[in-house]
């Protein structure tokens, strides 16, 4: 009697498991191609690009001048003392550790610039992406962009609704 009603436990509980199964509705999308689609997304990598022209720009400019310097301390190696010579040669090396210090900043710049340009994009396609997904009915939505889908029906492909709706926000 008591494995009866365990096998008939285990069947209804895979049955409802069966049941829950087919009304599951799920969704793809792929996040990467949307987001590079969309307009506001070449204006931050323009943004971007320019911060970084810039901070490439001044560190050529500290690199040449400070090649100029050891240049010319080269050319005057002969002409002053040994300790003259090495004092120059320490500020030289001070100058060097500035220009690392400083790219090291820039990068630091670019990196948080890169994260206020683009995060409020992306929480606002996920927004989007969630607003699709609840009146479309879908309990899933997976990102193709982030894995690898074998099969998908393009039916429950959701990039052009979630495009119509980013265009109208």
Same mark, same amino acid.
């Given at each position: 009697? $008591?494995? *009866?009603?365990?096998?008939?436990? @285990?069947?209804?509980?895979? &049955? *409802?498991?069966?049941?829950?199964?087919?009304?599951? #509705?799920?969704?793809?999308? /792929? *996040?990467?191609?949307?987001?590079?689609?969309?307009?506001?997304? %070449?204006?931050?990598?323009?943004?971007?690009?320019?911060?970084?022209?810039?901070?490439?720009? !001044?560190? !050529?400019?500290?690199?040449?001048? +400070? $090649?100029?310097?050891?240049?010319?301390?080269? %050319? $005057?190696? /002969?002409?002053?003392?040994?300790?003259?010579?090495?004092?120059?040669?320490?500020?030289?090396?001070?100058?060097?550790?500035?220009?690392?210090?400083?790219?090291?900043?820039?990068?630091?710049? @670019?990196?948080l610039k890169s994260e206020g340009l683009f995060d409020p994009i992306q929480? $606002?396609? /996920?927004l989007i992406i969630k607003e699709v997904a609840a009146e479309e009915g879908?309990?899933?939505?997976?990102?193709?962009?982030?894995?690898?889908? @074998?099969?998908?029906?393009?039916? &429950?492909?959701?990039?052009? #609704?979630?495009?119509? !709706? +980013?265009?109208?926000?």
């Open positions: 009697m $008591r494995t *009866t009603l365990i096998a008939f436990i @285990l069947v209804a509980l895979a &049955t *409802t498991v069966e049941i829950k199964a087919q009304t599951v #509705k799920v969704a793809y999308i /792929n *996040t990467q191609d949307l987001i590079y689609a969309l307009p506001e997304v %070449k204006a931050a990598n323009d943004s971007l690009q320019a911060a970084k022209a810039k901070i490439e720009g !001044k560190i !050529k400019s500290m690199v040449d001048e +400070l $090649r100029l310097k050891a240049v010319n301390l080269e %050319k $005057r190696k /002969n002409e002053i003392a040994p300790v003259q010579y090495d004092k120059e040669v320490q500020l030289l090396q001070a100058e060097e550790k500035k220009i690392a210090e400083f790219e090291e900043l820039g990068q630091q710049e @670019l990196t929480s $606002r396609v /996920n879908y309990a899933y939505v997976i990102d193709g962009s982030q894995g690898t889908i @074998l099969y998908a029906d393009p039916a &429950t492909n959701i990039i052009e #609704k979630v495009k119509a !709706k +980013l265009q109208k926000k």
